[in-house]
């Protein structure tokens, strides 16, 4: 850590989102704080985004006129490259996903600035993109014009990591989206998080809890689980058709809402429940390699993962026996395997012992280590 704080240099981090539930930002923009960095975060504020909370570096979320469409993105570019060309005595540029690369692109030309880029996931393989051939040409032209140039790249598992050097020649680095070592001195008890205490509880959580990534076929395979409840706690444009459901078959008694929560919350209603879920389909490039957050969180939080047989997933379920997959996505497969699992506690008990060396080894404090040996050169 710098002594004179006047003399700490300046990186200014951008991401599209609205900051609040960013994992992977906020560890990276607190790892920088800490190596000595001025850190400036910069995002944007939507109509419905909760009030940021204390962070230990500076914050800004941009007003847009537009929250989604061409039309976002196209003021999205343009008022990040005004706002990046504006700011002063910047020495080291980062650019979150592709959707900020050009305008942190153009600026680290125009000023001479450089520029490191983490990519979270396979942009260009997202369902939203695969489906408008037009939109996914576009970003991939702006992709193949700035990856070739750039120097000091991340990403998030070695699956993109192969598809990135695969077409570009440059293999990023690898850094997961792991969790901190969970340090939680009192938890609450499910009593008072008001969950059941005489059922087995199974957590789906997230940010991205999207159409078409499982949740409908959880929700739908809950009328043939038993003595278990499916606990959801988090966001995503899947959530008022997921109630509709609920509503619609009767599962009220069978599901639990909690929406969107910080971290802290969230990790509380993790640590109450039996084990997690991720449910990802291999529907495209992006969801067929990735290994999303709650993967570890749930690691950290000492309970066992079902998930999709997806690469990236089951390599980590597999390496450290930390639990076991869905047949497919069929309600009533599902269901089979999901009562099957709660039948045997000697399995969670086995399972969630395992999870131990898992989270020993999945945190940030280890695996930050890549990212500060890089950001290292720029202090």
Known sequence: MFENP?????????????????????????????????????????KQSPVMDTRPYR????????????????????????????QKNVSLLVSNDLDTLLPNFLISKIKSIPLVYDSHEYFTGVPELEHHKVKQWLWKQIEAFIFPKLKDVFTVNHSIADLFEKQYGIRPKVVRNVPPVLKMDKLPSREALALPLDKKIMI????????????????????????????????????????????????EEKVIFKGRQAFHKLMQYTSASDFGLSLDKPSCLNYQFSLPNKIFDYLQAGIPVVASPLVEIKNIIEKYQVGDFIPNHDPRLMAVKINEIVLHDDWLAQWKKNTRKAAAELNWELESKILIEVYKKYV
């Open 6 to 46: 006047c003399l700490a240099k300046k990186v200014v981090v951008s991401v599209i989102n609205d900051l609040v539930t960013d994992q992977r930002v906020s560890k990276v923009c607190s790892t920088l704080r800490k190596m000595g960095f001025e850190t400036l975060l910069v995002g944007r504020r939507m």
């Open 59 to 86: 914050v800004k979320r941009m007003h847009l006129c537009f929250e989604k469409g061409p039309l976002f993105y196209a003021e999205f570019q343009w008022r990040l490259f005004v706002f990046l060309l504006f």
């Open 204 to 251: 789906l959580q997230g940010a991205g809890i999207n159409i078409n990534r499982g949740a409908e076929e959880m929700v739908e395979a809950m009328q043939w689980v038993e003595n278990a409840i499916l606990l959801i706690v988090g966001g995503g444009d899947v959530m008022e058709l997921l109630k509709e459901m609920v509503s619609r078959l009767h599962l």
